[in-house]
């Protein structure tokens, strides 16, 4: 519900910079960290696994976020939201996104 209720007030949304509130991890964010980590874009791997199906680790949702904030440095029109978004969609790799520029 928070990342409806960020989507639905964009402004709101721009101004989510810092870790107040974790955001949802999973397999495709784990992946795409993964493959961020393997292209030495981030220094640290992600914890966790990419299947959903183990055992609940609240400590893996903090360092997975921590890597978030990393990704966001240095981008100043961009939010948390934007960055779980991003990191939603390449970890999905989606069959299509080959044909994207």
């Known amino acids: 519900m928070f990342m409806v209720a960020m ?7 721009k101004s989510y ?3 107040s509130v974790m955001l949802p991890p999973g397999g495709p964010i784990f992946n795409a ?3 961020l980590h393997l292209g030495h874009i981030l220094k640290d791997h992600p914890d966790g696994s990419k299947l959903d199906d183990e055992a609940f680790e609240p400590g893996v949702i903090y360092s997975n976020n921590a890597l978030f904030v990393e990704l966001l440095k240095g981008l100043s029109d961009c939010s948390l ?7 939603y969609m390449l ?9 994207w520029d």
């Open 7 to 13: 989507f639905a007030q964009p402004e709101l949304a």
């Open 17 to 19: 910079r810092e870790l």
């Open 33 to 35: 960290l993964r493959l």
């Open 81 to 87: 939201i934007d960055v779980h978004s991003g990191l």
């Open 91 to 99: 970890g999905t790799r989606l069959a299509e996104s080959k044909q």
